[in-house]
Each structure stands twice: as C-alpha cells, then as structure tokens.
C-alpha cells in the first residue's frame, strides 16, 4: 500500500507539476516518465547547441563550462539515441558528454531516476570485479553512471560510461538525491 501511495504520489506531481521535479523520490518507469525524460533529452540537445555552438563531440569527449551554483539545483539527463549526458544546474546547461550505455540484450532503463548511492571506485558483482570509478547508483538493481571505456556505441551491461575525467567532475557536483532523466 505504501508504495502504491508512492507511485501515485510521484504520478500526480509529473502530470500537475509546470517544472521538473528537484529530487524524484525514487525510479519511475512509467510511459509518461519516459516521454518526459526523452523530452528532456530532446530540449538538452537544443541546449548545447545554444550553450557550446556546433560542436560534434567524438567518444570520450566533453564539454564543461562553469556556471554558479546559485543557478540552481543540478540534474543529469541523458539521451540514449545519441549515446549523450547532458548536466544542468538550474534550467542552464553545464557540461555535455559521450556516454556508452546498455547494449540491446542489456538495455539501460529509461525513465526519471535519482542518484541513490555513489562510490569513489566500486568494483563490479556481477561481471568479474570490474572497475567502475566514481559510481552514481540510479537503480536499485545495481546500473551506475561511472568512468569506463566509450566506444561511442550502447557497449556496457545496462550501466552508462562515462569519460573518466568527466565521471570524476559530475561525479564532485552531483549529491544522492539529484534527478537523472534518461530518455531516448
């Protein structure tokens, strides 16, 4: 029953609320979290076209500019057709990066996600002590955003890699709680 209340709870603030949730509660899988999460992916597009100009960034890349804190609370958003994440602070767009994210048979969610747990240099349980430095935890099943190999295609078991010097700086503005969107 109490997550029941939870989910309803979390569907009425998507559908009423005009801006987007600071700190999401927990993952909501739902279709209309989806599109909202593939809209943001969408718009953050756009933004780094306004924000960095015409720039195609080739795997392992990133594009970082400082913007003040005081702009707002951060979020990560990611879109996994064009294999990007996207860090905001505020509705004003920080930093653009490559990802490499879930091949097909190993699919990385989609959806409205929060940082639950992160980890300097976590090692894998699954797949044989594999490295994954500067883990932020989104799912409770164990997928990550952290630094790893890009090759600029989906590569990974369901986790997003991240360009190592990128992990590292997301990794030193984001806090548990900070809303990730991945749409595709």
């Given at each position: 029953m109490k997550q029941l209340a939870l989910a309803?709870?979390?569907?009425?603030?998507?559908?009423f609320?005009?801006?987007?949730?600071?700190?999401?509660?927990?993952?909501?899988?739902?279709?209309?979290?989806?599109?909202?999460?593939?809209?943001?992916?969408?718009?953050?597009?756009?933004?780094m076209l306004d924000a960095f100009g015409p720039k195609e960034l080739k795997p392992g890349q990133y594009v970082w500019r400082d913007v003040p804190d005081a702009t707002g609370p951060e979020r990560v958003v990611m879109s996994l057709s064009?294999?990007?994440?996207?860090?905001?602070?505020?509705?004003?767009?920080?930093?653009?990066?490559?990802?490499?994210s879930?091949?097909?048979?190993?699919?990385?969610?989609t959806g409205i996600f929060s940082v639950l747990n992160k980890t300097p240099m976590h090692r894998s349980n699954k797949y044989d002590n594999a490295p994954m430095p500067f883990a932020q935890f989104f799912e409770s099943h164990g997928i990550?955003?952290?630094?790893?190999?890009?090759?600029?295609?989906?590569?990974?078991?369901?986790?997003?890699?991240?360009?190592?010097?990128?992990?590292?700086?997301?990794?030193?503005v984001t806090e548990v709680g900070t809303p990730v969107f991945i749409g595709t």
């Open positions: 309803l709870a979390l569907t009425g603030s998507c559908v609320a005009t801006t987007i949730a600071t700190t999401p509660a927990s993952a909501l899988e739902t279709y209309e979290a989806q599109i909202e999460a593939s809209d943001a992916a969408s718009q953050a597009r756009i933004d064009d294999q990007m994440a996207y860090l905001y602070r505020g509705d004003t767009l920080i930093a653009a990066s490559t990802i490499s879930g091949r097909d048979d190993k699919p990385t969610p990550a955003m952290h630094a790893g190999y890009n090759p600029g295609h989906p590569a990974s078991h369901g986790c997003v890699r991240l360009p190592s010097a990128f992990a590292k700086k997301l990794y030193s």
